[in-house]
C-alpha cells in the first residue's frame, strides 16, 4: 500500500489526534466567528446581482447542516459498507462522520501546501486497491475554487463519483461560475456564509435521478425554536460589541501576558469507532426551517461578496510582513469570496494559546483523523481559520489585526514549532 495514503479499514480503525482546551479555561471569542444578523445586513436586490448561490439553477434540498447533506450525497454515490469514500486528509470531523454512519471504508489522500488534491500519489495508490473507492470528495477549502475539471477527469478514469465540498464555498460568478460545475452531487453550508442559523445544502448535477422534495420538514415548533435563537445571537453580540477603548488597552493585555504562564491543552490520541458529538442521527434527514430558507433568498450576495474580499484583504496587507506567520494562499483570485482568512503560525505553543488567551475569535481543525500527509499533520496545528465575513465592523477588524500583530511581535517564541 502506498505510504502516502492512510487508509482507513473500516470505521473501527479510525485512529483520531484530539485537543482538549478544557485546562486553559479560554475565553469566550470576543468576535463572532460567523455572520450575523446586523443592521447593515444586505438584502437581495436580484437584479443588480453579480453573484448567485452555488447551484442555484440545479435541483436541490436543504438540509440543516451540510454534513447531512454529504450523508445524502454519499448514499446516493453508493457509498457503503461494501465501497469506500476518499476524502482529504485535511478535514474536520462533520466530513468523515457521514461516511462512517453509513459503515464505510475511508481512506484519506494527500494535499499540496496549497491544499490541492495531490493526484499522482492518489493514483498510486488506487492502483494498489482492488476495489476502488465510490465517491472522492473535493473541497474548495476557504472558498477558494479547487481545479474540479481536472479531478472530475481524474474520477471518471477511475470509475469515482466526484462530490464538491462547497462547505466554505457559497457564491458563484454568475459569469464564470467554477464552483459545483463538476460534481456529481455538491454540498453548501449557507449558515457560514450568510447571517442565517443553520442550512445545508445537496446540490445534484444535472441529469441526475434526484428528489428535491425533502422527506421530513421541521415542525413548527422547531420553526419557532430556530428563530428564536437567531433573536437571541442578536442580543449576545450587541453585547460584546468591540469598541475603540479595547483596542486601546490590547497592549497592555499583550505585556500581561508575556508575564504569565499559560495552562496548556491536553493532546490525546483516540480510536473512536462511531460518529463525533457533531454528528445527530436524528437530525440527519430533517430540513432546513423556513426562517433560514428566507435568510438565504433575500440575502445581498454581491455585498457579502465585496465585503468579505475587503476584511480578506486587509487582513493579508497586515499580515504578510509580521514575523512567525503567513497567509496560506498568496492572492485572492478575482471572483472568489472568502470564507475565513487562514494564517499559518510558526509557534502554536506560544502563539495560539496567546491569541485564544485574549479572545481572539480562531477556529481550527485539531480534531483529525490521523494520516501520513504532511501538510494536514502540520496544519493541523499551525493553521488558524480567521474570521473575514461580512458582519464584522471595522472596529472588530482593527481589534483582530492589532492583536495578532501584538502578539506576533511581542509574545517570545521559545522554540516549540
Ligand atoms: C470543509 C467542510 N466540509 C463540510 C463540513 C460540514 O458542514 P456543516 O458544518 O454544514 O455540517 C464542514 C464543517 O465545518 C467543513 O468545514
Given at each position: 500500500m502506498s505510504k502516502a495514503i492512510q487508509t482507513?479499514?473500516?470505521?473501527?480503525?479510525l485512529t483520531y489526534s484530539l485537543f482538549d482546551p478544557a485546562p486553559c479555561n479560554f475565553p469566550v471569542s470576543r468576535v463572532p466567528l460567523l455572520p450575523c444578523l446586523r443592521g447593515g445586513a444586505g438584502i437581495s436586490d436580484a437584479k443588480n446581482a453579480s453573484f448567485e448561490l452555488v447551484g442555484r439553477n440545479r435541483v436541490s434540498r436543504l438540509y440543516t447542516r451540510g454534513r447531512y447533506a454529504l450523508y445524502e450525497a454519499y448514499r446516493l454515490c453508493g457509498v457503503g459498507p461494501e465501497s469506500g469514500l476518499l476524502a482529504p486528509?485535511?478535514?474536520?470531523r462533520t466530513m468523515l462522520d457521514p461516511a462512517i454512519s453509513l459503515d464505510a471504508r475511508v481512506s484519506l489522500y494527500p494535499l499540496s501546501?496549497?491544499?490541492?488534491?495531490?493526484l499522482s500519489k492518489i493514483e498510486g495508490y488506487l492502483s494498489t486497491l482492488q476495489q476502488r473507492p465510490r465517491a472522492m470528495l473535493l473541497t474548495h477549502y476557504f472558498g477558494f475554487p479547487q481545479d474540479a475539471a481536472k479531478v472530475k477527469a481524474f474520477c471518471d478514469r477511475h470509475g469515482m463519483a466526484l462530490i464538491e465540498d462547497c462547505s466554505h464555498a457559497l457564491f458563484n460568478h454568475r459569469e464564470a461560475p467554477q464552483l459545483g460545475q463538476h460534481g456529481r452531487y455538491t454540498i453548501a453550508s449557507p449558515y457560514k456564509l450568510l447571517p442565517c442559523e443553520e442550512g445545508g445544502l445537496l446540490i445534484a448535477a444535472d441529469g441526475q435521478d434526484f428528489d428535491p422534495r425533502h422527506p421530513k420538514r421541521p415542525g413548527l415548533v422547531t420553526e419557532i425554536k430556530t428563530l428564536a435563537t437567531a433573536l437571541a445571537r442578536i442580543g449576545h453580540d450587541r453585547k460584546r460589541r468591540i469598541r475603540q477603548a479595547d483596542i486601546d488597552l490590547l497592549p497592555e493585555a499583550v505585556t500581561h501576558l508575556q508575564s504569565r504562564k499559560l495552562a496548556r491543552g491536553i493532546e490525546l490520541s483516540s480510536r473512536q469507532p462511531q460518529v463525533s458529538s457533531l454528528y445527530l442521527q436524528a437530525e440527519a434527514s430533517m430540513a432546513g426551517s423556513i426562517a433560514s430558507r428566507l435568510l438565504i433568498k433575500i440575502s445581498s450576495l454581491p455585498q457579502a461578496v465585496a465585503k468579505r474580499r475587503e476584511n480578506y484583504l486587509a487582513w493579508h496587507r497586515n499580515m504578510q510582513?509580521?514575523?512567525h506567520c503567513k497567509p496560506l494562499f498568496t492572492a485572492l483570485p478575482d471572483g472568489c469570496a472568502p470564507y475565513m482568512f487562514p494564517l499559518l503560525i510558526d509557534f502554536p505553543q506560544d502563539h495560539f494559546y496567546a491569541l485564544k488567551t485574549m479572545g481572539m475569535p480562531i477556529w481550527r481543525w485539531d480534531d483529525m483523523a490521523w494520516s501520513s500527509c504532511s501538510t494536514a499533520q502540520k496544519y493541523r496545528q499551525h493553521l488558524l481559520h480567521l474570521p473575514c465575513h461580512q458582519s464584522l465592523s471595522e472596529a472588530e477588524m482593527r481589534w483582530m489585526m492589532s492583536a495578532v500583530t501584538l502578539v506576533m511581535t511581542r509574545i517570545p517564541q521559545r522554540g516549540n514549532s
Open positions: 482507513v479499514q473500516r470505521k473501527a480503525s486528509a485535511y478535514h474536520c501546501l496549497s491544499l490541492a488534491p495531490d510582513n509580521l514575523p
